[in-house]
Structure formats: C-alpha cells, structure tokens
C-alpha cells in the first residue's frame, strides 16, 4: 500500500523519519512530504495557499499505481481531507493524527505573522496536555527543526465538494481528546464537528500521547497507522 504522510505545521518530511521505518518494513511504501512554501521567505510564498497543499498531495495520489493511504498530523489532517475530497475514487483510508475532520470552508487556525510568513510560535503556545509527554531533549531537537509556513495556509478556508469523501473509511488516532469525549461530540453534534458526525465508517483509537507523538511515541504512533493500513 502507498501511505501518503503529511506533516502538520512547521514541520516537514523529516519530522516522519522515526515513524516511516516500521512502515516499511511492513512492506508499504511510504512518501512522507514537505508542503510547498515551508521555510520560504514571505517574497516567495505569499501566494502560497491551502489549495496549493492539497493539490500536492493530489499530484502524489495521482503519480500512485493504485490506491493510497492518507495520513495527516494536526493541520495536515485538513489537508488530506481535501484531496481524500478531491480524489475519493483512490483513497482506502483516510488517517486523521491527533485532529478533527474540517468541513467545507473550515480553515486550521490563526497565528502570528512575523515577516510575511508564520514561525514557530514556541511550546508556550500550546496547552500544558499537548506537550506534557516532549522532555526537554525532544523539545530542542523538534523546535530546531521547524520551519515558518506561508501567512496564508492557516487561515485559508478548506473547499469540499465530494460527499463521498464522508463513506470513506477513516481512522482517528487521538492523543489530547479521549475517545469517549469524541463520541459524545459525535452524539451532540455541534456545527464545528458537523463533518466529523456525517463520517459512516468511523474508528477512534486512543494513543498515549500528547499532539506530537511522532517526536514522543514514534513506535506507538507506528503501530497504530500499521493498524489502520490493516484493517482496510
């Protein structure tokens, strides 16, 4: 099976590197990505949109044999939603890390611009729950490594327009958000997680982890998306 992997924000192809060789070794074949415009300069990546990170995943679906795996971490699950969207014809499954599925016109979130483009705002910018388990070490290592994101990418409303997008088999694998409280969102459904109450084939599987666990449990996050490949 082809597993398309894409990184959430300020992050790239590397940031997979500890999650990719249990993959292979299971005999899939894997292509982790860097979205286009990270770690550009604002003068280069100012057009750079949403659109434009789905149509890459889009042109790696294409350039496939047969069908593929999408696997997205944090803003990366928005943007496998929308090629799964636009390609649902190739898609076995869609793999959501540690996110929620957007609907039509959802955008990831908003941050602060600085020169044009947006860095890394630093692990104070998250909640206490989504770091906990990244030591020290690891907080270094993963915050060396980041890379800024076009101004636009965040913000950018998500477009959808394929409803077959919704019969596809999808996995979450949460870290932050325990499962019995994803059910009962599911249950109530609040117009934020309307898309996410229309999916008909839906598992929710719980990692022990905090929002980053290819850096904290690359192992666990493995096995996991082994896990899903398996079941479809």
């Given at each position: ?128 729950p989504e770091i906990a388990d990244l030591d020290e070490t ?34 979450m694998l949460t870290g932050t958000v325990a499962a019995d ?52």
């Open positions: 099976m082809d597993i398309i992997l894409v990184p959430g924000l300020w992050l790239d192809a590397s940031s997979w590197d500890d999650v990719t060789p249990a993959l292979q070794s299971a005999g899939h074949t894997v292509h982790p990505l860097t979205m286009p415009g990270v770690g550009v300069p604002a003068v280069d990546s100012s057009e750079v949109g949403i659109a434009d990170w789905v149509d890459a995943v889009v042109d790696e679906i294409d350039a496939s044999p047969g069908l593929v795996v999408l696997v997205g971490h944090s803003g990366g699950g928005n943007v496998v939603y929308g090629a799964a969207d636009a390609r649902p014809e190739k898609v076995a499954r869609v793999v959501f890390v540690d996110t929620f599925p957007p609907g039509d016109g959802g955008s990831i979130w908003e941050f602060p611009i600085v020169d044009g483009v947006i860095p890394f705002p630093g692990w104070d910018f998250f909640e206490e690891t907080r270094a290592d993963a915050a060396a490594r980041t890379r800024s994101v076009p101004a636009r990418v965040p913000t950018d409303p998500l477009r959808l327009a394929d409803e077959r997008r919704r019969r596809l088999p999808v996995t409280e994803i059910r009962g969102i599911i249950a109530s459904t609040p117009d934020w997680a309307a898309e996410l109450a229309a999916l008909q084939d839906l598992e929710i599987v719980e990692l022990h982890s905090g929002h980053w666990p290819q850096f904290s449990k690359p192992g666990e996050l493995g096995a996991a998306i082994l896990k899903a490949v398996d079941r479809t």
